[in-house]
């Protein structure tokens, strides 16, 4: 790949990146700031990739004022989703009233959504982070760089297989969107043994998995962060409760996942396996 190609497919990312913030930042759409996440990421991961032109392998990054964004982005979500989460779990039990918890919940979303005004422009249109991206561009994105990311990456998953604690599926997710959103550059340098791991349907359907595990971590993560001092004990009761099943919902998907990898070979003989063949 060309230095031209390349600067044409990250100004095209800018493009669904600048359309999709716009929309995020006018209403806070759950939806649209979901939407703006990913077309980041896509971004993010394309660069990991033209990473391997360099010497170190992390020359290429998306910006700071980028990755304020989409953290701040990412909380508003995050607040959103337990909103949503609450009030379902509510309405599944009458008689008991979480008003001063979802109340708690409101308070937090709108000190992040008015922090996320102070410090992001609505006009905001990405034109510096993108210029600043495309001159730092490596000459060409070489096959040998390629070939060396499929490596690295099915290293990468090999170092962590077999674990299954959240910082290491956390890490396994991140290799896995590399592959899938990198998949088209790969393809043609991927050899047979390797299509296993490298199916666009399998990794798809491992992700949505990721996905759903994530949510769940992180709705049991804010349910036990957030103070709850001030409710009655009914209310305290009832959030116990909700966290037990929570839980019990996070290893029904934990299962899933680990049931699903192992479908797709990701073990450590496996792994072993696909980065031996050249």
């Known amino acids: 790949m060309k230095q031209k190609e390349m600067s044409e ?4 990312s800018f493009k669904n990146i600048k359309e999709s913030f716009h929309k995020a930042i006018t209403n806070f759409d759950a939806e649209d700031i979901r939407r703006f996440r990913r077309e980041v990421r896509k971004l993010k991961v394309f660069l990991h990739l033209l990473s391997m032109e360099s010497e ?6 998306t910006t700071k004022r980028m990755k304020k964004i989409y953290g701040y982005l990412g909380i508003i979500h995050d607040f959103q989703l337990q909103l949503k989460k609450v009030n379902e779990s509510a309405e599944k039990s009458s008689g008991n009233d979480l008003v001063n918890y979802l109340n708690m919940l409101e308070r937090e979303l ?6 996320s005004k102070e410090f992001i422009d609505p006009d905001y249109n990405f034109f510096n982070d993108q210029r600043e991206i495309i001159a730092k561009l490596p000459n060409q994105l070489t096959m040998e760089s390629i070939k060396r990311f499929i ?3 099915l290293y990468e998953l090999q170092s962590m297989s077999g674990r299954q604690d959240e910082e290491a599926l956390n890490n396994i997710r991140k290799c896995m969107e590399d592959i899938y959103y990198n998949l088209p550059f790969l393809k043609p340098y991927l050899v047979k043994q390797q299509s296993i791991l490298f199916d666009e349907k399998e990794l798809s359907e491992c992700l949505f998995l990721f996905g759903d595990f994530h949510i769940k971590c992180t709705n049991t993560t804010l349910l036990q962060i957030i103070r709850t001092d001030d409710l009655d004990e009914n209310e305290r009761q009832f959030l116990k ?3 037990i099943g929570w ?3 996070k290893k029904k998907i934990h299962l899933q996942l680990a049931a699903k990898m192992d479908a797709m070979h990701i073990g450590a003989g496996s792994l072993n ?3 031996l063949h050249e």
Do not use: A, V
């Not at 170190?56 to 990054?61: C, E, K, P, V």
């Not at 709108?110 to 922090?115: H, P, T």
């Open 151 to 153: 490596h690295y990456t």
């Open 241 to 243: 409760q909700m966290e």
């Open 9 to 12: 497919f990250i100004k095209n």
């Open 110 to 115: 709108g000190y992040w959504k008015e922090l």
């Open 56 to 61: 170190d392998g992390l020359s290429y990054h």
């Open 273 to 275: 396996e696909l980065s």
């Open 247 to 249: 839980l019990r919902e």
